[in-house]
């Protein structure tokens, strides 16, 4: 960055707002505090009066939340969310080129989203509108239900509930049932984008997991970790380095 980034924090617990202040006025030289709003409506007239380049935004607020927040601003700028829960949408954030941060906000953490902002800056003095506006619109659209398995000429439709977890193996997915394995379109990328409701977490490039059959997290070597499963053969699965994070935060 050639300049610092103007930012609003938005964030209806005051302990928690502050703290996020405390932890950008470390990065003084990249980021300058525009303004703090203590919920939604505020947040929307704040942004629009300060014209932020990054607003650090709740998603759980009274009132309106976050999301509606995002909907409600005629210029975007630069969207962090921050929330306390790790939950599905955190994956859509992440495809759209905006960060997120999970309370409570740990400097090292903070360090990578001044970063990417800083490569994003660079890269383009352009808002975000299509990329929020895309984000947007994908968590206003429901989960499915169930999902389809084509068999020969036979089309069957399986319970999103009775999935253990998905898997890439060999240039295919499957989808692994407590009874049964069956090979279905797409990739774990595209069931990402569409799995919901915070059941379904990845945990490897291989690996999409319901966490209601995740019997129990077992530490492995060099600070890594397994899951087992609650099927009947007691499956474990290798947590990458990657993924640790949205496991150790279940």
């Known amino acids: 960055m050639t300049m610092r980034l ?9 302990l928690a707002r502050k703290r ?17 709003a203590a919920h939604g409506e505020e947040a929307v007239g704040v942004i629009t009066s300060t014209r932020p380049d990054v607003v650090f935004l709740d998603v759980q607020m009274p009132g309106f ?40 906000v740990e400097h090292a953490r903070l360090e990578k989203t001044v970063g990417k902002l800083r490569r994003l800056f ?15 619109a994908r968590l206003a659209s429901p989960p499915p239900e169930r999902i389809k398995v084509t068999l020969g000429d036979r089309i069957i439709l399986v319970d999103l509930a009775d999935v253990v977890y998905f898997e890439a193996r060999e240039k295919y997915t499957y989808l692994h049932t407590l009874e049964k394995e069956y090979a279905i379109d797409g990739t774990l990328a595209d069931l990402e984008g569409t799995l919901g409701g915070g059941n379904f977490v ?19 070597f060099a600070g890594r970790y397994k899951v087992r499963l609650k099927d009947a053969p007691g499956t474990e699965l290798v947590v990458s380095r990657g993924y640790a994070d949205a496991i150790r935060n279940l």
Do not use: C, Q
């Open 65 to 104: 939340d976050g999301f509606e927040v995002a909907r409600r601003l005629e210029v975007k700028p630069f969207i962090v969310f921050v929330t306390a829960y790790n939950e599905y949408a955190l994956r859509a954030f992440e495809e759209n080129s905006i960060d997120y941060l999970l309370k409570p």
């Open 122 to 136: 660079g890269a383009s003095s352009l808002r975000m509108d299509a990329n929020v506006e895309k984000m947007l």
């Open 202 to 220: 990845r945990i490897h490039r291989s690996y999409i997991v319901n966490v209601r059959f995740i019997r129990e997290i077992v530490r492995w």
């Open 6 to 14: 103007r930012a609003v924090v938005v964030d209806d617990e005051e």
């Open 20 to 36: 996020l202040v405390k932890l950008l006025r470390a990065f003084g030289s990249e980021i300058e505090i525009a303004g703090e």
